[in-house]
């Protein structure tokens, strides 16, 4: 079954400080892995897409790793700011010669808080 | 150029009326998927569809629920009799495909359904 995990669940951390979150998954056949941010009330913002080649990508303060052995991500977060505050949701992303399309299993996501 | 448009943002539907949620994708976009989230679930895939084709509706209840993408107009995701499950928020993407490339999707902001 196609599932992705994610922990932990929720995070608070003072504003400058850096955190990571983690991201275990089961998807096949796989094609890439991808880490959205969604704030409350709105829908999700794409931060990264990684392929299984590619082990690290960056985005500003957001770098995220994978490793595709073990079927695992991490997103960190340097100096983090107030407005980093939302859910960071984990994607798994399917794609076979009988599908038309890319399939995205979602994550239930990480609620990040940041507190000044 | 304007993002993925969603409306309505709330929509409140008594159990046994029907709701029509409209999505515009972006402009020169005509892949459009749809997507539920539940409350403290993750986001589920409906279905995907291209310009006056439905590609894959794997996703979506056999009964109740129908979407379509016009040549002209929006999308529209319609659920006929709601009832108090239906009550999520229901999310419209849209992406620019590209042969051989892990594709963007973009997210409308959503349309939250409430089922009285």
């Known amino acids: 079954k196609n599932q992705v995990e994610q922990s932990p669940q929720s995070l608070i951390i003072l504003e400058g400080k850096n955190c990571t979150l983690q991201c275990n998954y089961t998807v096949s056949p796989f094609s890439n892995l991808r880490w959205y941010k969604q704030d409350t009330g709105r829908g999700p913002v794409s931060l990264t897409i990684m392929t299984f080649s590619e082990n690290t990508k960056s985005n500003g303060r957001y770098t995220a790793t994978l490793d595709a052995d073990t079927k695992q991500s991490s997103l960190h977060i340097t100096a983090s700011q107030l407005s980093d505050s939302a859910s960071y949701i984990c994607v798994g992303t399917l794609k076979s010669p009988q599908l038309l399309h890319e399939k995205l299993t979602f994550g239930t996501g990480t609620r990040l808080t940041i507190i000044p | 150029n304007a993002g993925v448009m969603q409306n309505p943002r709330h929509l409140v539907r008594r159990r046994g009326q029907e709701a029509r949620l409209r999505c515009s994708p972006m402009?020169?976009?005509?892949?459009v998927y749809w997507y539920r989230q539940l409350p403290e679930e993750g986001l589920k895939f409906m279905v995907y569809?291209?310009?006056?084709?439905?590609?894959?509706e794997s996703g979506m209840p056999k009964e109740r629920f129908s979407a379509e993408f016009p040549k002209e107009g929006p999308s529209i995701l319609r659920i006929q009799q709601v009832v108090r499950g239906d009550s999520a928020a229901y999310f419209c993407a849209s992406s620019l495909r590209v042969a051989g490339a892990s594709y963007e999707q973009y997210f409308g902001p959503g349309t939250r359904l409430t089922v009285t």
């Open positions: 569809l291209q310009k006056e084709n439905i590609i894959d």
């Open positions: 402009k020169g976009h005509s892949h």
